[in-house]
């Protein structure tokens, strides 16, 4: 069975960083045969894209995050990371992992990011 498991979230003052990881196991093929993604959903609030990177290396990302934000891979680590810098307080989400590969999708079960003083 596929998982995704993300790490590195918790609580950060305004201006801060966090780096977020999420493993991918159990898959009997490679990461690198996968779009992957970050999306993020706050009390109230729809989930949304925050970042993304083809399996291709092609990245997308919001609006809200551009120049803050960066996705990378690691395809031999079975890893996406998310390098979030100068946090706000609008930030502040649960932050989902991601895999895709046409219509077939799985989900990590999330993290907690908290940006406040």
């Known amino acids: 069975q596929v998982q995704l498991v993300e790490s590195g979230g918790g609580l950060v003052q305004p201006g801060g960083s966090l780096r977020l990881s999420c493993a991918v196991s159990?898959?009997?093929?490679?990461?690198?045969?996968?779009?992957m993604g970050w999306y993020r959903q706050a009390p109230g609030k729809q989930r949304e894209l925050v970042a993304g990177i083809t399996s291709g290396n092609t990245t997308t990302y919001a609006d809200s995050v551009k120049g803050r934000f960066t996705i990378a891979r690691d395809n031999a680590k079975n890893t996406v990371f998310l390098r979030m810098n100068s946090l706000k307080p609008e930030d502040t989400a649960v932050y989902y992992c991601?895999?895709?590969?046409?219509?077939?999708?799985?989900w990590g079960q999330g993290i907690q990011v908290t940006v406040s003083s």
């Open positions: 159990g898959s009997i093929f490679s990461m690198s045969l996968y779009d």
């Open positions: 991601n895999r895709r590969r046409g219509v077939i999708t799985t």
